[in-house]
């Protein structure tokens, strides 16, 4: 999984082509830590077609702010670097974060 930072989140994802999977987290935030494992099972099961990217809110709060990831943990979906999609707060479970990578791969 690519570690993104305020440096190459535009390279990495916002002029990428393809879809970019974006798993926004905090060190303090439980349901983010939870939820890191599976995310890190999905790039190992379907990264051969979507590429899978995490970034730490805490080191990149106004970009954070810049795409509308206001509460954590937010999981997005970026195709050819536009959101298209994403699960958030209590929303974002393991199955939901499979159902929506599914729709893409």
């Given at each position: ?87 958030v707060a ?5 199955s ?10």
């Amino acid at each position: 999984m690519l570690e993104l930072n305020k440096d190459n989140f535009e390279a990495e994802v916002l002029k990428a082509e393809g879809y970019v999977l974006v798993d926004f987290w905090g060190p303090t935030c439980e349901p983010c830590k939870a939820l890191m494992p599976h995310v890190e099972g999905y790039s190992e099961k379907y990264g051969d077609k979507i590429k899978f990217a995490s970034l730490d809110v805490t080191q990149a709060r106004r970009l954070a702010i810049s795409q509308k990831v206001l509460g954590l943990p937010v999981i997005a979906m970026y195709k050819d670097g536009e959101r298209i999609d994403g699960v958030v707060a209590d929303g974002a479970t393991a199955s939901t974060v499979e159902e929506m990578i599914k729709k893409y791969y």
